[in-house]
């Protein structure tokens, strides 16, 4: 097998003028509404805009249960020239999918026991696609690959990543959207023998690609790698934002639309200072503060605590275009990474995906975070936003009300988060690693 890039001939090369082909395995993917598909499916539109021939390895739709917009997804995927290889997907017991325990009571009893015996051996709940992604991969041959790029987590395309590289003599590159074995959200540290499975697998690989600064600085420190882990953010679609309708919601609107980890993500600082902003403006202020995401019970009781539940509405789970729509209409809409003043380097490396969301709707951002996040670099390169540490609820209070008045930061430079322009730079670091074979 032979390919040129930009004009690279490897030795032996006797096929010029091909685009270079990308072996992508992505467990996240549209149609599943996670925001990790989100990051997977721009990476694979914009690297395809860049000459890329892209093929996305991931589960079919309904692995996950029943999904919406699948159809119009394949026609989007086949205008954009992007290749799918749908799996199935083994040990599907370990996912947390939704059932009615009334109707399928045994298969909901089996399913918790399952997650519960996989999280006490540390065995990923995607554990039972690898072997249904090495199947559909059987088939492919080196003239079918440059380079394969793997996206976690879950970590086991990452160990796929260096079989299949091995199999095709071709690089591999891991892309960290979270830390494997050093994550902060870590119920407990990582057994040795699952570091040293992490260590030999970025030591094979050609590259690694961290999702921020601090995250990609960790790796570095944590496996004294050779050569830094480049950083490719996440970013936002000026294209699919243009689409998104702003909704009406006839009112000032604080809004948060994702998931909490309960103590150290938790939306209690947030409260309190909607509670201050409440008794300054008294009852015939018009705001309420909107929530998207499955964890209703725990806002509801969060704002029963603190008295606020007239100024609480809850949506629940939505459509990603229906959180977008929320987010674009809002007056402020909020991201949490830590509630703690100070973080570890991995938790200042927390950076959420729907950050960019705000910013590509132009929407004013209130992020709390520890001091020295990551996104406080975000925010300086942006604009239209403030970082508060979860401890200082008075200032975060200060700031919704002046939001609510209308006084909000200038917008700057969010162009650069754009994913026309981190698609660049992740097809510059792909086109890297195959010259340099």
């Known amino acids: 097998m032979s390919f040129v890039v930009d004009g690279i001939t490897p030795k032996g090369n006797k096929e010029r003028g091909r685009k270079p ?5 992505s467990y996240a993917f549209p149609p599943i509404n996670a925001i990790a598909s989100v990051r997977a499916y721009n990476m694979a539109k914009w690297l395809t805009r860049t000459g890329w021939e892209v093929t996305i390895v991931t589960p079919y739709e309904l692995v996950r249960g029943p999904v919406a917009g699948a159809m119009d997804l394949h026609v989007e995927l086949s205008r954009e020239g992007i290749r799918c290889m749908r799996t199935e997907h083994h040990w599907r017991s370990l996912l947390h999918i939704q059932l009615d325990r009334r109707k399928h009571f045994a298969a909901w009893i089996a ?8 999280a006490f051996l540390g065995i990923e709940r995607e554990a039972g696609w690898v072997r249904d992604a090495a199947k559909a991969c059987a088939g492919l041959t080196p003239a079918d690959v440059d380079v394969i790029l793997a ?17 095709l003599d071709r690089p591999f590159v891991l892309d960290y959207r979270d830390l494997w074995t050093g994550n902060p959200h870590a119920a407990r540290s990582a057994p040795e023998a699952l570091v ?17 600064p601090s995250l990609s600085q960790s790796l570095h420190q944590q496996f004294k790698l050779a050569n830094p882990p480049y950083v490719i953010t996440n970013g936002f679609d000026p294209e699919e934002l243009a689409r998104v309708p702003r909704r009406a919601f ?32 008294g009852a015939t202020n018009q705001w309420a503060f909107h929530y998207y995401g499955y964890q209703g ?12 539940e007239h100024r609480v509405v809850i949506h629940g789970s939505v459509p990603r275009l ?14 949490i990474s830590s509630v703690y003043e100070r973080g570890s ?5 927390i950076v959420t995906g729907k950050v960019f969301d705000a910013i590509g709707v132009g929407t004013p951002l209130l992020v709390i975070a520890p001091e020295g996040s990551d996104l406080e670099g975000v925010l300086a390169v942006t604009g239209r936003g403030r970082c508060f540490a979860g401890t200082q609820v008075d200032r975060i209070a200060e700031f919704l009300q002046d939001a609510m008045n209308g006084r909000i930061p200038q917008a700057l430079r969010p162009e650069l988060y754009s994913w026309n322009t981190i698609g660049a730079q992740l097809d510059g670091v792909l086109r890297t690693v195959v010259a340099g074979r």
């Open 297 to 308: 019970d725990y806002v509801s009781s969060a704002a029963r605590a603190a008295n606020m």
């Open 250 to 281: 006839g009112h000032r609107a604080v809004v948060y639309a994702g998931v909490f980890y309960p103590p150290k993500r938790g939306i209690e600082p947030l409260m309190a200072a909607l509670q201050r902003v409440d008794r300054l403006n």
């Open 345 to 349: 380097l991995q938790d200042r490396g």
């Open 196 to 212: 040293e499975r992490e260590s030999e697998v970025l030591a094979a690989s050609a590259a690694t690609i961290g999702v921020s």
């Open 111 to 118: 399913g918790g026991v399952s997650r519960r015996a996989a």
């Open 322 to 335: 229906e959180a977008l729509s929320a987010v674009k209409g809002a007056t402020i809409a909020v991201v």
């Open 151 to 167: 996206s976690g987590p879950p970590f086991v395309a990452f160990e796929l990543a260096r079989h299949l590289a091995e199999r």
């Open 21 to 25: 082909r990308l072996l992508f395995l």
